[in-house]
C-alpha cells in the first residue's frame, strides 16, 4: 500500500478555499442565477424555453439579463433557444 505524506503546505480548507474563489469569479452568479434558468427556480426545463421564446418574440428580454443569452453573443434570438433545449435535452 502507497501512503502519500501531505504536502507541508497542506491548508485542511484548500476545497473550501478553492470553491469560495470560483463562486467569486462566477459571473453567472453574480448575474442572479444558472445560464439558462429564467424563471429563476433552479432546474433548467421547458418552463425556460417559453419563457425565453415569448420574450425574443416580445422584444422583451431586458428582465432576463445575461441569464437568457445562453450563447454569450448579447442578443436573444433562437440561437439561445437551440442553445437552451440542447442543454435540457443533455440532462
Ligand atoms: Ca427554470
Ligand atoms: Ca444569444
Known sequence: MM?????SDYEPN???NQIQAALDDCAECSSGGLSG???G????NVLD???LAGCILNEDCD???NVGDLNGDG???VLDIVALVN???EG
Open 49 to 51: 424555453v417559453v419563457l
Open 14 to 16: 484548500y476545497l473550501n
Open 75 to 77: 442578443v436573444y434570438n
Open 63 to 65: 428582465q432576463f439579463r
Open 87 to 89: 442543454i435540457i435535452l
Open 41 to 44: 427556480d433552479w432546474a433548467i
Open 3 to 7: 501512503v502519500y505524506d501531505l504536502p
Open 37 to 39: 434558468d429564467l424563471n
